[in-house]
């Protein structure tokens, strides 16, 4: 028996880890995957044979933010995930708030700027096009914490709150976008807030600190909703197969504890994140200021000296 077009057998066994790591590929994303992590290979190997280093923190983060995507829609949790809100959700909160995290870890966009040829005078080539990308008028506004923050919400309570959820899961194509949707949100909600990235938004580390945490709470509060509702909220997991052997209510507390706790883990790796970047920034002002004072002769500590030395003169 299919479940809405997937083509999925909708008569799975009950639930298990081993079950659900499983290999089942979508090919949309298998393909996406594969080619995201060549991509991402071919222009290191590009920056090594002219030369250039790339810190193997970077390819690391990159490649586990890849294989994360592909642990949720290229196994059985993806097929699970169909017919079990608590597996979707998993997938839900990895796609749009673990491998967003450590995609932008990774760089991808500075790799790209670095790697792609400057084409030639009066010429426009694909670097050029992504830095006119970058620092155009559509990234400012998608970048921005006014648009990205309701956008993040409403990804939340939009969709699961409304019929929305239910026609998109009526379709693969219509899972698909949504999966897609999901990555996308998290990408442009985490990009100015981690900063490794150039791009046009780019708030001092207290504001992106504080851009973080309005997000975060109103995950915890929709989990909440979910764990304290009474009956199914979602029609599309109120009659699970029998062959699960589940109840959709405490599925769907066990998908709401899931959106609560993933509010949390998120936040906790962006702030030492940010701490860290940080503490980098602070040690290379402080360099940069030690050299500055080598090269002057340490001017601008003789000159405040002097200028105590006037006020203290003229108290006299």
Known sequence: MDHSGHGMNMDLPPFTLGRGLQFSADPFFLIGCVLAIGLYAYAVVRLRRRGDSWPAGRIVFFVVGVLSIALVMCTKLNDYGM????????????????????????????????????????????????????????????????????????????????????????????????????????????????????????????????????????????????????????????????SLGIDALSDQNWAGGIAWAFSEIPSVLVLIALVFQWYRSEQRTAKRSDRAADRDGDQELQAYNAYLASLQARGQ
Do not use: C
């Not at 790209?112 to 670097?127: K, S």
């Not at 504001?207 to 304290?228: K, Q, S, T, V, Y």
């Open 83 to 242: 017919v079990m809100f608590s597996v979707h959700m998993v997938q839900h909160m990895v796609i749009s708030m673990l491998s967003p995290i450590l995609l932008l870890l990774g760089a991808p966009v500075t790799l790209a700027l670095r790697a792609l040829p400057v084409a030639g005078r009066d010429r426009t080539g694909p670097r050029e096009l992504l830095l006119m990308l970058l620092h155009s008028r559509y990234m400012r506004i998608i970048t921005h914490p006014v648009f990205t923050i309701p956008l993040f919400i409403a990804s939340l309570y939009a969709l699961y709150f409304t019929p929305l959820f239910d026609f998109l899961m009526g379709s693969k194509t219509g899972h698909i976008a949504m999966m897609v949707h999901f990555l996308a949100v998290g990408l442009v909600f985490f990009w100015p807030i981690m900063g490794v990235d150039p791009g046009p938004h780019r708030p001092g580390y207290v504001m992106r600190m504080l851009e973080l945490f309005a997000g975060m709470p109103f995950h915890a509060f929709f989990g909440i909703a979910l764990m304290m509702a009474t009956s199914p909220m979602v029609e599309t997991y109120k009659n699970p197969p029998a």
